[in-house]
């Protein structure tokens, strides 16, 4: 394990020995320690703003978990500087800036998922709705074929039926047929229709959501 990776390690554990032999917290002379390297110095910093920092930042968090981890990445961050910050007046406030503005990278990196994401989403949509309507189109480019292909008597019946929205009983006056006729017919016709789309694989799907759009 590398140096820096263990030392994080043993903060998080908050050695209770180490507090216990620095009663006092002198921040002065903590920080002198840190940036000679004092893992002791790190660990009594780490410890003293770990729940100081937490109750800080949980307001501004989604989650206690996401709070938790920017506390991790700030106090971490600490051991990386640590030969930077012996003049600083308050390592508190510079704590706090750092988690606030880890905290805001975090966010704008969620905000910009969320955008990307939507994107996608709105494009993929899109492209869907394309697709359908193409299928759609094609799909009543092969039923008006099939229609065409019906007898004489059937083509007439069925275009009563779905086009002009006419009873059996109507179509049977119309027609000077008996209502059983066209009922025969009528079905006969469907069954070709079906089948001539259903010999059409590629329109297979399509036809199972909207046959009943157009019959």
């Known amino acids: 394990m590398k140096a820096n990776a263990r030392i994080f390690v043993v903060c998080a554990l908050a050695d209770t020995t180490i507090i216990n032999t620095h009663p006092t917290y002198n921040e002065k002379e903590l920080l002198l320690r840190l940036a000679e390297g004092d893992e002791q110095a790190y660990t009594r910093i780490y410890c003293h703003f770990q729940q100081r920092l937490l109750k800080f930042i949980l307001p501004f968090s989604i989650d206690r978990t996401e709070a938790e981890e920017v506390v991790q990445d700030t106090l971490f961050k600490i051991w990386t500087r640590r030969e930077t910050l012996a003049g600083i007046n308050s390592l508190e406030h510079y704590i706090q800036r750092i988690a606030r503005n880890l905290l805001i990278d975090r966010q704008r990196e969620r905000a910009v998922q969320q955008?990307?994401?939507?994107?996608?989403?709105?494009?993929?949509?899109?492209?869907?709705?394309?697709?359908?309507?193409y299928l759609l189109k094609q799909y009543h480019i092969i039923a008006r074929d099939a229609i065409n292909r019906?007898?004489?008597k059937q083509r007439e019946i069925f275009l009563l039926r779905h086009s002009g929205d006419l009873s059996l009983a109507e179509i049977a006056a119309h027609t000077g047929s008996t209502i059983p006729a066209v009922q025969k017919n009528l079905t006969r016709a469907v069954q070709f229709i079906k089948a001539c789309l259903i010999n059409n694989k590629d329109w297979t799907s399509l036809w199972i959501i909207s046959i009943y759009s157009f019959f």
């Open 115 to 133: 955008k990307y994401y939507g994107q996608i989403l709105s494009t993929d949509r899109i492209e869907a709705q394309a697709e359908e309507d």
């Open 150 to 152: 019906l007898s004489d």
